[in-house]
């Protein structure tokens, strides 16, 4: 009986090929994936150039993920002409000091919180208003919010470079989350006061500017004992407020 004959040249070459196509299936996905991410990166770029015409009125991802949902929300666009100017100051004391003069970014807020990691200790918040627009308007809440930091602080770069402060301002104040289902100032005022953004008084603006980081759990209508001592200090906050306003003028 003979033995069978086996070609050992050809057989490694066999066991090369699934190799290769292997290579060859990570390359194709590689290319692929960076495809996907070069187009997901150009989006933003895009809208940002669309919202810049005030008739033009962008929604967040978190609306459009109560339509996904068949939640509903409640959201009334408003000009920054029609908002009283009182509300726009006490969130920029509230929320971002430093609003007219940075560029996107607080590079000194910032700073404090890489300080404060290297350290070991508890980080404070950098977001500024900007940070916070790009955030609404095309990125992810929670999960992965590292990720979501790395990718937001470009973005609130190139945004206020091609936005106008007051732009800026209203498209956030028009975009914000104020409650459950409740966007923007006009809505926000209607629900919690009875009133329209145009009207609100200096202590409804204080109220509701304090209510911007937690508006889940904070209702400016029925504030509890340290809600109301926050909206008081912004409220003085805002009384004073000059020239860091001064780029909504």
């Not at 459009?64 to 009334?76: E, H, M």
């Amino acid at each position: 009986m003979t033995e069978p004959i086996v070609d050992h040249e050809t057989e490694g070459l066999d066991m090369a090929r699934p190799r290769r196509l292997n290579r060859a299936g990570l390359k194709r996905l590689g290319r692929r994936g960076i495809v996907v991410a070069a187009v997901l990166a150009l989006i933003p770029v895009v809208l940002t150039f669309l919202y810049l015409p005030s008739f033009v009125h962008p929604v967040s991802t978190l609306m459009l993920k109560d339509l996904a949902t068949f939640s509903g929300y409640d959201r009334r666009w408003v000009s920054i002409d029609d908002v009283a100017p009182v509300l726009a100051n006490s969130v920029i004391m509230s929320e971002d000091g430093q609003f007219c003069s940075h560029r996107g970014v607080d590079l000194g807020e910032l700073r404090g919180v890489v300080d404060d990691a290297l350290a070991g200790e508890a980080t404070r918040g950098a977001s500024t208003i900007t940070m916070q627009t790009v955030k609404n308007l095309y990125l992810w809440s929670k999960p992965l919010g590292t990720v979501r930091k790395v990718v937001e602080l470009p973005l609130a770069v190139y945004f206020d470079a091609v936005m106008s402060k007051r732009r800026i301002m209203e498209i956030y104040l028009n975009i914000a989350e104020w409650g459950p289902g409740i966007y923007g100032i006009e809505a926000a005022a209607q629900h919690h006061f009875g009133v329209s953004a145009k009207r609100l008084s200096r202590r409804q603006a204080a109220l509701l500017a304090v209510t911007l980081p937690n508006p889940i759990a904070r209702n400016p209508a029925k504030p509890g004992p340290g809600l109301r001592r926050l909206a008081s200090l912004i409220e003085r906050r805002a009384g004073r407020s000059g020239a860091y306003v001064g780029c909504l003028d």
